[in-house]
């Protein structure tokens, strides 16, 4: 079952407040939102999902705890359009989980796992129209590498997609896991699972998830009230690089004005950083989800 990595750490560092006004751009299984709720009797919790079996899931673990919440079903990247339909401008915190939450990946259907045989499909949104099957049967060689080495930062992506596109129809995953592991070489195969790069790559690209995060992030900025924060996890590099860019452009503060005595108050940031936080061994140990997490808080000051 899933289990949300960083949970007591989010719950501290959003200043739960028991009037609070809070968003979960990532609600998946309710692990977040409903530890959440119940912190915020008096308040209000928007939770943001476009994963129907998840909304599903959640609505009846939700339900259990209070009613003050409504399940937004959309892509975070509609956050501040979806906000401002219900008269929201202003919120006291935003929490981002950005992992693939357990459940997609065990169940194998859905065709996030490289270890489960399933239709080649990988869509967080199930109606949309691109899926993992399109991006590995009609992509380019060209696109195809582009993908895999960017997204996967996968050092055999050229051989990886000269396997693909002469393995094609690929149909399922357990089928692609074969074309890749015999496209790398013997040695790479045996330090980490050698389609895990892959996988990545093309989920991120069936999803658009760098492009809808930094988008949303930058709005979800915006949307800060004075001493509002926001708290985001990381699961891999790319991810992590963009909140840690975007947060380092709102938090700058000018050389020149650092040799100043005193800064002037309206040449300050409006923001600051709080804290970078990485899990404990302990939770390490025993939740293997939390291993690469990562998770990044600001705080808006003025």
């Given at each position: 079952?899933?289990?949300?990595?960083?949970?007591?750490?989010?719950?501290?560092?959003?200043?739960?407040?028991?009037?609070?006004?809070?968003?979960d751009c990532t609600l998946g299984y309710g692990g977040h939102s409903?530890?959440?709720l119940k912190r915020i009797p008096k308040g209000y919790l928007y939770s943001f999902d476009q994963d129907s079996d998840a909304i599903k899931y959640s609505m009846n673990h939700l339900?259990?705890?209070?009613?003050?919440?409504?399940?937004?079903?959309?892509?975070f990247v509609n956050l501040k359009e979806e906000l401002n339909k219900r008269n929201i401008d202003k919120v006291d915190g935003i929490l981002y989980d950005l992992g693939v939450s357990s459940p997609q990946l065990d169940e194998g259907n859905r065709g996030f796992s490289f270890h489960q045989d399933a239709k080649l499909d990988m869509r967080m949104n199930q109606e949309q129209e691109l899926s993992a099957y399109e991006v590995v049967n009609t992509y380019s060689y060209d696109k195809?590498?582009?993908?895999?080495?960017?997204?996967?930062?996968?050092?055999y992506a050229s051989s990886i997609a000269k396997g693909i596109i002469n393995s094609r129809p690929i149909k399922t995953t357990l089928e692609l896991t074969e074309v890749i592991k015999n496209n790398v070489?013997?040695?790479?195969?045996?330090?980490?699972?050698?389609?895990?790069?892959?996988?990545?790559?093309?989920?991120?690209?069936?999803?658009?998830?760098?492009?809808?995060?930094?988008?949303?992030?930058?709005?979800?900025l915006e949307l800060l009230k004075v001493n509002g924060r926001i708290c985001v996890i990381t699961f891999h590099s790319l991810e992590d690089r963009i909140c840690k860019e975007i947060f380092k452009e709102v938090t700058h503060i000018d050389k020149e004005l650092n040799s100043l005595p005193i800064i002037p108050e309206e040449l300050l940031p409006n923001y600051r950083i709080v804290k970078v936080i990485e899990p404990k061994i302990d939770e390490i140990n025993s939740n293997n989800?939390?291993?690469?997490?990562?998770?990044?808080?600001?705080?808006?000051?003025?």
């Open positions: 079952m899933h289990k949300s990595v960083l949970l007591t750490e989010c719950l501290e560092f959003l200043n739960l407040k028991e009037d609070s006004i809070i968003v409903g530890e959440i339900q259990e705890i209070g009613s003050n919440y409504e399940i937004i079903k959309s892509n195809l590498v582009d993908i895999l080495y960017r997204y996967g930062e996968e050092k070489p013997i040695k790479y195969r045996r330090d980490k699972h050698p389609a895990r790069k892959t996988f990545q790559a093309i989920r991120i690209e069936v999803n658009d998830e760098l492009n809808v995060f930094e988008k949303s992030l930058r709005d979800a989800r939390a291993r690469s997490a990562k998770l990044r808080v600001i705080e808006r000051v003025k």
